[in-house]
C-alpha cells in the first residue's frame, strides 16, 4: 500500500551531513572501480525521451564509465511511442536491454511475463541503497510484495501554463482551488482573448483522466482489478471536453491526432505555442521550457468529487533484464545513477525529482529557475495530494490506448460522448481481462 507522507516537506531542508552522504547510503561522490564480480563487462541501457535527455543520460553513462574501468555501457533510446514496439519485439527474441526504463504501468506486465530480475538481492547487499528512498516510490516498483524496479524520479499531475500569454491576455491564473465547472468558464474567458489559432487547453495527457476519476472514487481500479468508474461517468468526462472544444476552448481533434502520433515534448500544443493549458506530469514542465521563449508556469488541476484525486507516483523506473549477462553490473549502473553526485547534477529533475532526501538536499540549489518551480509545487501539494493505495493493473496502458481511441473518435469522427463512453467501457474491460 502507498503510504502518506510529505515528498518533500522537511527533507528539502536536511542537511547533507545528516542524510549521510557517503558511497553506500545518501549521495555518492564517485569513485567506484572494475568489475570483480563475473559478470559480463558490458550492459546495454535503453529509455525513452528527447534529446535533452538523452544528453543527460548519455553524460552520466560517460561518468559511470570513468569510475567502472573495464566496463562498457551501449545506450539506446526512442520516442515514447516507438520504444515499448521496439522493447516487445526485443523481449519475444530473449534479447532485452540490461537496464530497461519502465512506467509503473509496465512493471507488472514485463515481470509476470517472466522478464525482470528479482532485485532484493541487490539491495540486500547494498549494491542499490534504497534506505534513503521516498517508501510510497519504492513500493510502486514492487509486485506482490518483492522488488522488481527502482524509482528513477517522481512527479505529480499538474496543470501546466503559458505564463506569458497570460499576461499578454491581460488574465490571472486561475485559482489552485478552482472547480471544474469554473474552469471551464474561466476557459471561455481566455479564449476570447487570445490570438487566432491559439486555444486555451490541451486536456489530453493522462494524468487528467485518473486524476478526475480518483476524486470521484478511492482508485481508478477496484481491487480485483476492475475499472472502478461507471460509463456514465466516463460519458461526464468526454461531454465536458467536447463541450469546450465545440466552443473553439479545447484544441482540435487534429492537433490531438498529432499529439497522440507524436509524443516528444517538442510536439505538444503548448510547446508549439498552440494552446495555453496543458494537464501533465511536473517534469514536462523543464522539459517544454526549454524549447520555449514564453515563461511556464504550473497550478493544481481544478477539483471535483469527493477528496483529491492528484498523487505522487514514480515518473520512471530502471529494471533489470531478467536475461542479463550482467546483473551486479546492471544494478551498480542504478545505484549510480540514483546516488552519485555527479550524476545527480547531471540529471536534474528532468526525470522527476530525485526520490531520495539526500539527492534532492543535494540538486535543489543547482537547477534552473524553471526547474525550481517543478521542486516547489511539489513541496506545496505532495502534501495535499492522496496517495494510491494500489498498483495499477497489467494492462492499464491498453486502457489507456482505448482511452485515446474513445476521444478520438469523438472529436474527429463525430461519435457522441456516450457511445463512445460504452465502446471505451468495452474495450477497458477486454484489455483488463486479456
Known amino acids: 500500500m502507498t503510504t502518506r507522507r510529505a515528498f518533500l516537506g522537511a527533507a528539502l531542508g536536511a542537511s547533507a551531513a545528516a542524510a ?17 564480480t563475473g559478470d559480463s563487462t558490458e550492459i ?101 510484495g518483492k522488488l522488481y524496479a527502482v524509482t528513477i524520479g517522481g512527479n505529480m499531475p499538474g496543470l501546466i501554463y503559458n505564463k506569458s500569454m497570460l499576461e499578454r491576455a491581460g488574465v490571472e491564473p486561475p485559482a489552485a482551488d478552482i472547480t471544474w465547472n469554473a474552469f471551464a468558464d474561466y476557459l471561455r474567458t481566455l479564449q476570447a482573448k487570445l490570438p487566432t489559432g491559439v486555444y486555451a487547453v490541451d486536456h489530453l495527457e493522462g494524468p487528467l483522466f485518473t486524476t478526475w476519476m480518483r476524486q470521484r472514487y478511492p482508485e481508478e481500479y477496484t481491487p480485483d482489478y476492475k475499472v472502478a468508474y461507471s460509463e456514465a461517468d466516463v460519458t461526464e468526462y468526454l461531454q465536458y471536453w467536447q463541450e469546450l472544444r465545440a466552443a473553439g476552448v479545447n484544441i482540435t481533434g487534429q492537433l490531438e491526432a498529432a499529439e497522440i502520433a507524436n509524443s516528444a515534448a517538442n510536439a505538444a500544443p503548448i510547446a508549439l505555442g498552440k494552446a495555453v493549458f496543458a494537464s501533465q506530469w511536473t517534469n514536462y514542465l523543464g ?46 549502473f542504478i545505484n549510480f545513477f540514483i546516488h552519485d553526485a555527479g550524476a545527480l547534477k547531471i540529471l536534474g529533475v528532468e526525470r522527476g525529482v530525485p526520490a531520495s532526501a539526500a539527492a534532492r ?43 485515446n481511441r474513445a476521444e478520438q473518435s469523438v472529436a474527429l469522427n463525430h461519435v457522441s460522448p456516450a457511445a463512445a463512453a460504452k465502446k471505451f467501457m468495452s474495450d477497458a474491460a477486454k484489455a483488463l481481462t486479456s
Not at 20 to 36: E, H, I, K, M, Q
Not at 66 to 82: L, P, Q
Not at 292 to 307: H, I, N, Y
Not at 361 to 383: C, E, I, N
Request: hydrophobic letters at 35%.
Open 20 to 36: 549521510g552522504l557517503t558511497a553506500c547510503s545518501g549521495v555518492a561522490g564517485g569513485g567506484g572501480g572494475g568489475n570483480s
Open 44 to 144: 546495454l541501457v535503453n529509455w525513452w525521451g528527447g534529446d535533452d535527455r538523452a544528453k543527460r543520460t548519455q553524460q552520466v553513462i560517460s561518468l559511470f564509465g570513468k569510475a567502472h574501468a573495464g566496463v562498457k555501457v551501449t545506450a539506446s533510446f526512442s520516442d515514447f511511442n516507438s520504444y515499448f514496439q521496439k522493447l516487445n519485439t526485443q523481449a519475444a527474441g530473449g534479447g532485452l536491454p540490461d537496464v530497461i526504463q519502465l512506467g509503473g504501468g509496465y512493471v507488472p506486465q514485463y515481470m509476470r511475463k517472466g522478464q525482470l530480475l528479482e532485485l532484493t538481492k541487490y539491495v540486500d547487499d547494498k549494491t542499490i541503497d534504497i534506505s534513503d528512498i521516498d517508501k510510497g516510490q519504492i513500493e510502486q516498483g514492487q509486485v506482490d
Open 287 to 332: 522539459q517544454f521550457q526549454i524549447l520555449m521563449k514564453d515563461e511556464l508556469a504550473m497550478t493544481r488541476l481544478p477539483s471535483g468529487g469527493k477528496q483529491a484525486g492528484d498523487f505522487v507516483q514514480a515518473s520512471q523506473f530502471f529494471s533489470v533484464a531478467a536475461t542479463s549477462k550482467a546483473p551486479q553490473t546492471a544494478a551498480q
Open 361 to 403: 538536499d543535494l540538486v535543489t540549489p543547482t537547477l534552473k529557475p524553471y526547474d525550481q518551480v517543478q521542486v516547489q509545487f511539489m513541496s506545496d501539494y505532495a502534501v495535499k495530494a492522496r496517495p494510491k493505495s494500489q498498483l495499477d493493473p497489467d494492462n492499464s496502458a491498453a486502457v489507456g490506448d482505448a482511452l
